[in-house]
Each structure stands twice: as C-alpha cells, then as structure tokens.
C-alpha cells in the first residue's frame, strides 16, 4: 500500500516538472514581448533592454527554464508580475485559487447530488419518461456553452447579482482565509454570508450545468449494468423495497466510474472555469493565467501551469486512493 | 446519522443567510465600472488610461491641466517663472500643503519625486520600467533655493516642459512613504491628491477615501470604489441594475442605448486624440507618395463615423485633433473621390511596374482603444473602400501589443493606428509620430516617414519658447506633411461615459483625465 502510495507521488512529481517544463518553453517561443504590456504606446528601447537583460530572458531558454526550476524548488516563490508593477504572483494565487476552489464546491455541491439523482431515476424508470427527461436535460447541459448559459441565467434572475464575490460597497471585509463562505461565518458577518452566498450562486449554477450532465449519464449506464446484476436480482428477491435495493446495494457497486468522473471534473473546474469567471467577473485563477497568457506575463503563465499540474496531479491521486476504497478488486490485486 | 445532523446545521446556515437582510448601501460612495484593473498605484511607472485614472486622484502635480482645458494652472506650485534663455525654471510651492501621511509638501519632496521618475539608477525607483521617463530627459538637475522654492535646469529650452510637469508621471510623492515602504510604495501610496489610498485588492477592488485636508477643498465623494469589470455587456447590466453608479470604456451602440433610460445619463465630450491609417512608406508600392494620395482619397470618412463609431466622432484632416492649440485650420481635406483615387494609383502603377489589383495586408489591433471602439468594423470598412480602387486588403488582427510593436518594427503595409494626447501639446503629435528621430523598434513613427525639412521644424518648435512663433513652425510642418501623406488621419473621437443620473459634476476632459473632486450625488447633501 505505502509503496504504491510512494510510486503514485513519484508519478504526480514528474508529471507536473514535464507540464511546466513544456509550458515555460512554450511560453517562450510564441513571438511576444512581456514588456509590451508595460510600456504600451509609450516603448523606450533603452530601458526595455535593460530589464530584459536585468531578467535574463536574453539567455537561452534552458538556462532560463533551470533557473526556474532551481528558484522554485529552493524558495518556493514564484516571483513578481511582469505586465503589473511588483504584483507577487503566490499573494495573487492565494486569493484566487480560493476562490476558484469555493465555486467549484458550490457547483460540485449541486452538480454531483442532483446528477446521481437524475441518473438514477432514469435508469430506475428506463426508457419511461424520468429516463427521457433527465437524459433530454443532461444532453442540453452539456451542449449548452457555458457563457450562453450564464447569459441566459443573468437575463431570467434579473434579481440576482451578476458579478464580484461580495457587492463593491463592501470594503470593511476582511478575509482570513479568502473562502468567502467560511470566513463570513468566521467572522459571524451572517448579513456577509447571505450576500456572497447569493454573489455564488448564478456563477455556481452555470458552472455545474456540464459536470451535473456528464455525472447524470454516467450514473445511469453504471446503475444499468449493475441493476441487471445477479445479486440485485436476489436482493429483490429476499424481499428489500426498491429504495433499498438501488441505495443500498446497486449504489455502492455503481460507484466507481461515478467517483471517476467526478474527481476529474474538480479536476477540470479547479483548474479554471475561465468562461464562467468571466462572464460573471469571478476573480479565479483560470481568468487570471488566461489574462497572463494574452499580455505574455511569462512568470504568471508559469506559476499558474504549475498550481494547475498540481490540482490536476492531487486530484487524480484522490480518485485513485478513493478507487483503492471502494473496489476491494483493485485493493487486493 | 451524523450526515442527517450536517445536513440540518447547512440548511439552518443557509436559512440564516438569507433570512438577514443585505448590509444597508453606504449613501456618498461612488462604484466605478470601469474595464480593467490599476496596474500600479505608482505615477512613475504607469502606462494604461486606467491605471491612469486612479492616479489622477490620489496625487497632486506642481502645475496642472484646467478642468475642460488643456490650459496650465497653478497646483502645488502657485507661481513660476522662466530664465532669459529658457533653460532655468523657478516655482514657489503653495505654503502648508501635507501628504496624506502628514509629511509636509517642500523642495526637497518634489525633487525627490521628478529624480525617482528621470534619473537612471535611481535608488527610490523600485520597478524599474518607467514609460514617461524619456519625457523628462531635458531636465539636466532640480536644486533647492529655500524650503518652498525649487529650481529647474534644463539641457536646453523647451516649449513643453511646463506641460509634461503637468502630465500624471511627474505626481509628487510623499518620500516619507517611499523611503519607508520601498516597492511596498506601489500598493500603499502617498499623495496629496484629493482623495487618499484606502484599500487595494488586485481585481476586485480599489478604494479611495476623501482627503478632507485638501488645499482645493474636501471633495464631494466620502468614498471611491473602482471595480475592473472586463465584460462591457456586464458592466451595462450592473450599471442598470445599480450595482455600479457610471460605467466608462462602452460600445457606441450600447452608448445610444443606454442614453435613453431616463435614470440615467450620458455625457459627452470631444477628445483629443487622433485614429489614423499609417502606410509602411519604405517599402514599395506604398513608398510612392501618388498610391498614399489615392488611399486617402478612397476613404469615405463621413461613412466610416456612421459604420465605426455610431456618429459620436469628427473627420480629422491632421495628426492634430481639431480642438487642440497648433491645429492648422486652413488645410482643406482631400474630397472622397473613387474615379480621381482610381487615376492616380493607375498612373502610379504604370511608371513603377506593378499590376493592379494590389494585394496588402492591413494591420489592425483586435481589442478596443479609445480612439477606436471597434477596430475589427473600420478594418473592415477600409477593405471594402480600397476594393472599390483596385487595392485588395488582407486583415491580419492581433492583440494590441503585439499589433504595436510589429507597426513600430516597419513590418507591416497598411496598419490602424491612433494616439491620444500626453501633455496637450502638438509635438507629442508631430514629433512623436510622425519625426524621423522616432524612426526604430520602439519608436511610434510607424509610417517611418522621412522628411529633413520637417524634422528641422519639429525641432526648431520643441525649443522655441514664443507660442506665436510656434504656431507658425507648427503649420509649416502640417502643410508638409499633409501633402507627403506619410498618414491618413481618419477621425477625433468624442468620448462617452454613462452614469446615474443622480450624479452631478462629472466632467470629462479632452486628454480624458478624470478627475472626481468635483463630481458628487445631487441627493447628498
């Protein structure tokens, strides 16, 4: 167990030194230059040299690439913006990661209860109209592109706030931990938890639409192989009601490729919902690597590659261990 | 079980959260939607309008631009004078005046400031990519005569001194402040602006509260909040459903919309800036001064107003915007005639050899500016003109930065471009766009338009110090340059903002400084 645990970690530290490696040298070679954005109309050869020379990006890009990695292992800092005057990149990840992180569980928080729940009905009520419905339902959710979808939520709830984590007259507010929810209630602010409560929820609801959808589906195949199953059979048989027959006993079994699908999608939310932080202006991550990215701000493009590995990496070893839990085949093999 | 009881424990959080009411709407702060975030809160290393904006509020500069001109006026220095030759500046400082950290205002902190902002090396400039710096490269040393006195020498005479002394870069900042937080200086400023710094959460939220010591004055506002809204249809919704009091940086179209909701309201104000379409001119077919001509001369620019900016703009005949000093008004714009623009490309193509239809390429920005609201649109309206002609056009959009810096590189043919205005002065035009001194990679006489008659009266205007003499240098050069047509100026923009109706005083600026001490809600008292 613990040498598996131990080959696993080692997986997850070469994974993520290959993907910023390979984002770092590809951050290089697009033409671009991350002084653009500073100086704007308003360019001085002079001091652009200096700088450039100053950062050592004139250097060769393996050079450069070693320079990082010494740098990042050694201190753990990721170092300043380029495009924002001394804007340090891991402040700027604390508090957006969070709040990257807070929308994903309110939107997992939705997406996997409701989307087992839709999955079960339909494979309960097969090809009956619950089947026909929660399928119909899931297909559009995952072909609805999200910033339609969040649009269309911005036009019918006309009544809910459409952008920020908390109104921008709040300004008394300080965050211990920058998950909004938890540090309201920290600070017993319950007139501040209700309001960014109410700023999640429309960004929430658009986010879970395709993680809710895929869930659903998946649920359902799974719940169909499993109901047609021996012991399933028996257990109707010994007289269990239904409710207990599929909670009890087809659930469980059906679990696996449910708790697949849903780590990798956390997976793929925390790592940016780049779409939905911008349609409803949600400070996250996924904006803020993809602003970088536009303005070729390398020293962001990189830190976020490296979180985002991160995440990635922690969540598929997350699966994987709760996989080892649930599949006692795999836990024995 | 234990889930039952979580379950319950949410539920009831849940409940409390909805139940309390939302935290009452504090009466005298404004919300400002604005589209991208400050990128520094230090005038020597700011660039963008917006980080601009902030700047402009938090700090005080020695002389200043007039509220709706772009006229000099006393600010932290009340009066000063001029040298016989030109080259020694002298400025009293207003008596009494404090930084917002209660560091009083004296000679040696306004030398603290303009040296951080010019010199090399200079210990106090802890980011050292300084824009505005090659601005201030004719200041040769900054002395102290007394406390309230400074003097200024200069490496030779300029015409534009006072105004770049007047420009946000050369903001006087508390060296207490400086010297104690070092880089920490750019995200806790010290000024003597109107308003002070409160709080900046990068993205989210930038704060500013009324300095009530201000030498003008406390301002209106008690607060300022800037919020960077990137989305300009979100920033509209917010802005009707009152989640933000004005919203700037708007679509034309939407603009129009929104002018008629009767709760709120849209001001307008010219600008002085300039959008052009600058020719590679070293490079053939375009280094023929006949093809240039014929370009100007297929461009409808009354049409191009009503496709690209929805009537709110002027045709421009120069590089100069209409309502700045220098403007030469006698020059009569070529007329938009196809059949003569047909001609004279034919004749062109005759005597150099090359066959008509011309393919080349146009070089667009595909982000907005503010002299250009929707580049994509006029880009497109200059290809269909050009066909008209004989010219096929190719658009090749790219993000900004990367559009500016291939124009200033040369490598491009055909390009949109515009700038607007520094210090309000026409060599921040001329010289700037269009003399062969700016001719490089970084320089921003994209066309690389070469003229040594022109260079020499570009010169000759920076030095001279008598206004009526330069007026005279300034049209000289004009003519010139409207005859060799190394540019086409297409249009001055007037700019836009919307904003509730219960705010009154909002003034817009022709170099676009905003500017909130005056601005205030009519309902506060």
Redesign the interface.
């Given at each position: 167990m613990s040498g598996y645990l131990l080959r696993r970690l080692f997986h997850a530290a070469v994974t993520m030194v290959v993907a910023v490696s390979l984002i770092f040298i590809a951050m290089r070679l697009v033409?671009?230059?991350p002084?653009?954005?500073?100086?704007?109309?308003?360019?001085?050869?002079e001091?652009?040299q200096?700088?450039i020379h100053?950062q050592g990006w004139d250097q060769p890009i393996l050079s450069q690439l070693g320079r990082f990695l010494h740098q990042l292992a050694t201190t753990g800092d990721f170092g300043e913006s380029i495009?924002?005057?001394?804007?340090k990149v891991s402040d700027?990840l604390a508090?957006r990661v969070p709040a990257t992180i807070e929308l994903t569980v309110v939107a997992m928080m939705l997406a996997i209860p409701l989307g087992v729940a839709a999955g079960i009905a339909a494979a309960v009520w097969r090809n009956r109209w619950p089947d026909r419905l929660c399928m119909a339902g899931a297909m559009l959710g995952v072909s609805v592109p999200v910033f339609f979808l969040g649009?269309c939520l911005?036009a019918v709830f006309?009544g809910m706030?459409?952008?920020?984590?908390l109104?921008?007259?709040?300004?008394d507010f300080e965050p211990i931990t920058e998950f909004y929810l938890l540090d309201t209630?920290l600070q017993k602010r319950?007139?501040?938890?209700?309001?960014a409560?109410?700023h999640i929820c429309l960004p929430a609801l658009a986010l879970s639409s395709i993680p809710m959808s895929i869930i659903a589906r998946i649920t359902r195949s799974s719940m169909l192989e499993v109901l047609g199953a021996d012991f399933v059979r028996t257990g109707r048989a010994k007289g269990a009601s239904t409710w207990r027959v599929v909670m009890r006993h087809a659930l469980p079994n059906a679990a696996a490729p449910i708790v697949n699908i849903a780590g990798f999608q956390i997976g793929v939310l925390l790592s940016g919902a780049v779409l939905t932080e911008?349609?409803?202006?949600w400070?996250g991550m996924g904006?803020?690597v993809v602003d970088a990215v536009?303005?070729?701000d390398y020293v962001i493009v990189q830190a976020g590659a490296f979180v985002i590995a991160a995440i990635f990496v922690s969540a598929n070893l997350v699966v994987d261990l709760l996989y080892l839990w649930l599949d006692p085949r795999v836990r024995h093999s | 079980m234990l889930t039952r009881r979580l379950a319950l424990i949410i539920a009831g959080l849940l409940l409390v959260g909805c139940a309390s009411r939302a935290p009452s709407k504090p009466g005298n702060t404004l919300i400002y939607g604005r589209g991208e975030d400050s990128k520094t809160l230090d005038p020597i290393n700011a660039e963008t309008g917006e980080t601009v904006k902030v700047l402009l509020n938090l700090y005080d500069t020695l002389v200043a631009f007039a509220d709706e001109t772009m006229e000099i006026e006393p600010s932290l220095a009340t009066t000063w004078e001029t040298s016989e030759d030109g080259l020694t500046w002298t400025f009293d400082l207003r008596a009494g005046v404090r930084f917002h950290d209660g560091t009083p205002v004296d000679a040696d902190a306004v030398i603290f400031s303009i040296d951080r902002l010019r010199q090399d090396n200079n210990p106090h400039a802890s980011d050292p990519a300084r824009p505005y710096k090659p601005s201030y490269r004719v200041i040769d040393e900054i002395t102290a005569a007394d406390p309230l006195t400074v003097v200024f020498k200069l490496r030779e005479p300029s015409a534009v001194f006072l105004n770049n002394l007047a420009m946000f870069p050369a903001g006087i900042v508390s060296p207490t402040a400086v010297k104690k937080l070092g880089k920490g200086f750019s995200t806790n400023p010290v000024g003597t602006g109107p308003f002070r710094f409160e709080r900046w959460i990068r993205s989210q939220q930038l704060v500013l509260a009324a300095n009530d010591d201000h030498w003008r004055g406390r301002p209106h506002f008690d607060r300022v909040v800037f919020v960077p809204v990137a989305e300009s249809a979100t920033r509209i919704q917010q802005l009707v459903r009152g989640e933000i009091h004005i919203a700037d940086n708007l679509p034309p179209a939407a603009l129009d919309e929104l002018a008629k909701n009767p709760s709120l309201t849209v001001p307008e104000e010219i600008s002085m800036n300039v959008a052009y379409l600058a020719m590679q001119t070293e490079k053939p077919p375009l280094d023929d001064v006949r093809v240039r001509q014929a370009i100007a001369l297929a461009i409808d620019k009354k049409a191009l107003i009503r496709v690209g900016y929805a009537g709110h703009a002027e045709a421009a005949v120069n590089l100069l915007p209409k309502a700045m000093w220098g403007h030469h008004d006698g020059i009569k714009d070529r007329p938009f005639d196809p059949e003569a623009s047909r001609k004279l490309l034919q004749a062109a193509a005759n005597d150099n050899g090359f066959q008509l239809p011309l393919t080349l390429g146009l070089a667009v920005m595909s982000e907005p500016r503010p002299y250009m609201e929707q580049p994509l649109q006029i880009a497109a309206f200059v290809k269909d003109s050009l066909a008209a002609v004989g010219i096929n056009l190719t658009i090749e959009p790219k993000p900004s930065d990367l559009h500016f810096a291939r124009m200033m590189r040369g490598d491009f043919q055909i390009g949109l471009t515009g700038w607007t205005t520094d210090n309000g002065d026409p060599d921040n035009f001329l010289y700037s766009l269009l003399d062969l001194d700016n001719i490089g990679d970084s320089g921003n006489n994209v066309s690389r338009y070469r003229n040594e008659e022109v260079h020499d009266l570009l010169l000759a205007g920076q030095r001279e110090l008598d206004q009526d003499r330069r007026l005279v240098i300034y049209h000289q050069a004009q003519g010139l340059i409207f005859a060799d047509a190394p540019v086409i100026p297409l249009v001055s923009t007037k700019q836009r903002a919307a904003h509730t109706s219960r705010m009154k005083d909002y003034r817009l600026h022709p170099a676009m400084l905003i500017r909130l001490r005056q601005a205030r809600f009519e309902d506060v008292p």
């Open positions: 033409p671009g230059n002084l653009l954005a500073r100086f704007g109309q308003h360019p001085d050869a001091q652009m200096r700088i100053e495009s924002r005057s001394h804007e700027e508090r649009i911005r006309t706030p459409i952008g920020f984590r109104p921008a007259f709040v300004i209630l319950f007139d501040l938890f209700g309001t409560f109410k911008t349609v409803f202006d400070p904006k803020y536009r303005e070729s | -």
